[in-house]
């Protein structure tokens, strides 16, 4: 398992404190590795490398087991999660439509890739494979709002507005 470099751990004393709690009421429970892990992210947003660590500690388990199931379930974070959530749809059809250089123009402009968060906390970048709004391809999202039918050119304007 390894720490991957971008925006720094900033665990606070009291989460780990809620953290410690969650393993020792499920501890004794047969699988209970994935409900301390699902708890261990609604407390700190994401699982880091620190909180996949305590988990094992706790657990006496391996760290790769825990690492393996944090990359292997999709609902699990590896990294934090910025104020604005963009995402952007490479199903099909916005694939066709344009939307592989729009992702890259995002990557450009916000500095971070697939899946990463600005060092600021501002930004994190996702991709997704549909967002139901096909007929609007390509499509972004920042967080709830979408923007459909969009190009290279407007994705600057798009940002700046969440600035």
């Known amino acids: 398992m390894s720490k991957k470099a971008g925006v720094p751990f900033k665990g606070t004393k009291e989460q780990e404190k809620q953290l ?7 501890r004794d429970t047969p699988g ?3 409900p301390i892990m699902q708890r ?3 407390i700190y947003g994401y699982l880091p ?3 996949q660590k305590i988990i094992s500690d706790e657990l006496r388990i391996p ?5 393996g199931v944090a990359t292997f379930y999709a609902q699990f ?19 066709v439509k344009g939307s ?4 890259e123009e995002i990557q450009k402009i916000l500095g971070i890739g697939d899946g990463e968060c600005t060092p600021d906390g501002k930004f994190s970048l996702d991709t997704c494979r549909c967002v139901g709004a096909c007929g609007l391809a390509p499509v972004m999202l920042v967080n709830d709002d ?5 190009t290279v050119d407007q994705v600057k304007g798009i940002l700046e507005k969440y600035n």
Do not use: H, W
């Open 20 to 26: 410690l709690e969650v393993i020792a009421e499920l």
């Open 32 to 34: 209970c590795l994935m």
């Open 40 to 42: 261990a992210q609604d």
């Open 49 to 51: 490398y620190e909180v």
């Open 63 to 67: 760290a790769e087991k825990v690492y």
């Open 77 to 95: 974070n590896l990294n934090p999660k910025g104020t604005y959530k963009v995402s952007v749809c490479l199903g099909t059809a916005c694939y």
């Open 100 to 103: 592989g250089p729009v992702f």
């Open 146 to 150: 979408v923007y459909g039918r969009i």
